[in-house]
C-alpha cells in the first residue's frame, strides 16, 4: 500500500458489471484506468482484488445484504489500485433482474466532493 491518491477526472464514470457471484463480467475503460489493474486481469476476477484495507468490512457487509434483498446500494468507498495507490468513489451498486431474477449487478460510480473524502478518512 502507498499513500498516494488517484484522483478520478472529473465527469469520469467508472461502470462495471459483475455475476452473481461479483465476478467482473464488463468494465468500462475509466474503471479499468482507475483500478490500474488491465482489463484482461479484471474479467473474472473479483472486485475484492482492489478492496483497500482502509475499508471497514461491515461497509461491504452492508452493501451485500442490501444488494441480496434486491436493493440498491449508495456509499463512499475506498479502492486499492494494482499498483498500491488508492482512489476514492461515490458507488452507486444495484441488482441486474431479468424476469424478476437477479441475474448479476451493476455498479456506476464517480468522483465524490473532496468533503466526503475528508469526513470520510
Do not use: C
Not at 469520469?12 to 468500462?28: C, H, N, P
Not at 442490501?66 to 489500485?81: A, E, M
Amino acid at each position: 500500500m502507498t499513500t498516494i491518491e488517484y484522483e478520478l477526472p472529473e465527469g469520469a464514470t467508472l461502470v462495471s458489471r459483475t455475476d452473481l457471484k461479483g465476478r467482473i463480467t464488463y468494465a468500462k475503460p475509466a474503471f479499468v484506468e482507475a483500478s490500474n489493474f488491465t482489463k484482461e486481469e479484471l474479467m473474472g476476477s473479483g472486485h475484492n482484488i482492489m478492496r483497500h484495507p482502509d475499508m471497514p468490512e461491515e461497509a461491504f457487509a452492508d452493501l451485500g445484504t442490501t444488494l441480496g434483498r434486491g436493493l440498491p446500494w449508495t456509499g463512499l468507498v475506498k479502492r486499492r489500485r494494482k499498483n498500491g495507490d488508492f482512489y476514492w468513489m461515490l458507488a452507486n451498486a444495484a441488482p441486474v433482474q431479468i424476469d424478476r431474477r437477479t441475474q448479476g449487478f451493476m455498479s456506476v460510480r464517480g468522483k465524490p466532493e473532496r468533503s466526503q473524502t475528508l469526513e470520510a478518512e
